[in-house]
């Protein structure tokens, strides 16, 4: 049975200023073009920025998913994948996976690259997505997660069948980008999350 979970041991807010973070513009072969802020990379149809994107497992084969904040501009209140952000401006993609899922979720694992992809997201007429984002998986054994308040309403783990499930009949709202991933990992790359290491 899943498992849903309101944040309980919460983390303090972060006191980065969120809207004006530099974060890394790119081309289509991922190569630096400029920076600007997160508000400026979400506005309109969204500048092509650097992003990532992680899924957590468990030891029972369960992945961790989240329920945005309210507070969010872009897809608040949808469920998603276990961490996303960006790597801010002169920091490298692992440093940045590993700092915002201890920032987000309070937890610490290895990460495994999986595949890079490029997607475009409308959400409404002043915000997007447009991110080429990078891929991970890791697995967290005897997590205790620690949620930060301002990213999010609320965590569940679930297992990888009943997330299918979810996803397919539409009821759950999910944000776009962990659907398309979601379904990528799923297709290709079963394997490389059966040989992560459980300890």
Not at 46 to 65: K, P, T
Not at 155 to 165: G, K, N, S
Not at 177 to 190: G, K, N, P, T, V
């Amino acid at each position: 049975m899943d498992r849903y979970e309101a944040p309980r041991e919460l983390l303090p807010e972060s006191d980065s200023l969120v809207g004006a973070e530099s974060l890394i513009l790119v081309d289509e072969a991922d190569r630096e073009v400029g920076h600007a802020s997160r508000a400026r990379c979400h506005e309109g149809r969204g500048l092509l920025h650097r992003a990532f994107s992680l899924f957590v497992f468990n030891e029972r084969d369960e992945v961790l998913i989240q329920q945005r904040s309210a507070g969010k501009r872009l897809w608040p209140l949808f469920w998603s994948n276990s961490c996303c952000s960006h790597p801010r401006r002169a920091e490298n993609m692992d440093a940045a996976i590993h700092r915002r899922l201890y920032e987000e979720l309070g937890l610490k694992c290895p990460l495994h690259f999986l595949f890079k992809f490029k997607y475009q997201a409308q959400f409404d007429g002043a915000g997007a997505e447009h991110e080429l984002c990078s891929v991970f998986i890791g697995r967290c054994t005897a997590p205790v997660v620690r949620a930060n308040r301002t990213e999010l309403a609320a965590w569940r783990w679930i297992a990888p069948a009943a997330l299918d499930d979810e996803m397919r009949a539409g009821e759950v709202h999910f944000t776009p980008w962990s659907i398309q991933e979601w379904e990528r990992i799923r297709r290709d790359h079963e394997p490389a999350v059966r040989a992560l290491g459980r300890g």
